[in-house]
Nanobody, 120 residues
Framework: QVQLVESGGGLVQAGEYLTLSCAASGSVLRLNDMRWYRQAPGNQRELVAAVTRDGNTNYADSVKGRFTISRDNGKNMVYLQMNSLRREDTAVYYC??????????????WGQGTQVTVSS
């Protein structure tokens, strides 16, 4: 069994920063693409940022230049550095990964989410 656990969410003021972390645990053989999504109340879940195993990244237009996704393959972790936060960044942030387990089965795995609230 594979799990993703996010941490680092919280309440900040507009203009401040937060760093989210996501740790994969369990029967992990390899993590391929890893992503951060977010979902605000009343909205659909949207892709925020993605990183391949080789470190290639892409971002939603709304966060380009403010957010940075990175990963540590040795630690099975992915991070999201969020700078210059805005009220509209308020959402539950979810970690997602394409996981290959030690059984060689593939899983599209999600974390439980972490709340980010930005006040003005």
């Amino acid at each position: 069994q594979v799990q993703l656990v996010e941490s680092g969410g919280g309440l900040v003021q507009a203009g401040e920063y937060l760093t989210l972390s996501c740790a994969a645990s369990g029967s992990v053989l390899r993590l391929n693409d890893m992503r951060w999504y977010r979902q605000a109340p009343g909205n659909q879940r949207e892709l925020v940022a993605a990183v391949t195993r080789d470190g290639n990244t892409n971002y939603a237009d709304s966060v380009k230049g403010r957010f940075t996704i990175s990963r540590d393959n040795g630690k099975n972790m992915v991070y999201l550095q969020m700078n210059s936060l805005r009220r509209e960044d308020t959402a539950v942030y979810y970690c997602n990964a394409d996981v290959i387990a030690t059984t060689f089965r593939h899983f599209d795995t999600w974390g439980q989410g972490t709340q980010v609230t930005v006040s003005s």
